[in-house]
């Protein structure tokens, strides 16, 4: 069954660090985009940070400089290091993957807080 799973959110201080993962139960990985949405409370879905097949990059200007999306094909995985993380940063973040069809994961909570 193709799936993606996110882990790694949790609870950070303002001025913290993250780091998402997000692992792709999906033939031919290498072949999707894969992306990272986030959803605030009240706040409709937004894209955070995409990375093509060919590794090309397109951030969020809300979170460049302070977040950085990666893929390691080899293990089916992405990955969204956070940075300098602030309170409009609460999310539930989503993995997202494109080829042809779109597949989501069921989202992880990530709660900037002191």
């Known amino acids: 069954q193709m799936q993606l799973v996110e882990s790694g959110g949790g609870l950070v201080q303002p001025g913290g660090s993250l780091r998402l993962s997000c692992a792709a139960s999906?033939?031919?990985?290498?072949?999707?985009?894969m992306g990272w949405y986030r959803q605030g409370p009240g706040r409709p879905r937004e894209l955070v940070a995409v990375?093509?097949?060919?590794?090309?990059?397109n951030y969020a200007d809300s979170v460049k400089g302070r977040f950085t999306i990666s893929r390691e094909d080899t293990k089916n995985m992405a990955y969204l290091q956070m940075n300098s993380l602030k309170p409009e940063d609460t999310a539930v973040y989503y993995c997202?993957?494109?080829?042809?069809?779109?597949?989501w994961g069921k989202g992880t909570l990530v709660t900037v807080s002191s």
């Open positions: 997202y993957a494109a080829f042809g069809r779109e597949l």
């Open positions: 999906i033939s031919n990985f290498r072949l999707y985009s």
């Open positions: 990375i093509a097949s060919g590794g090309n990059t």
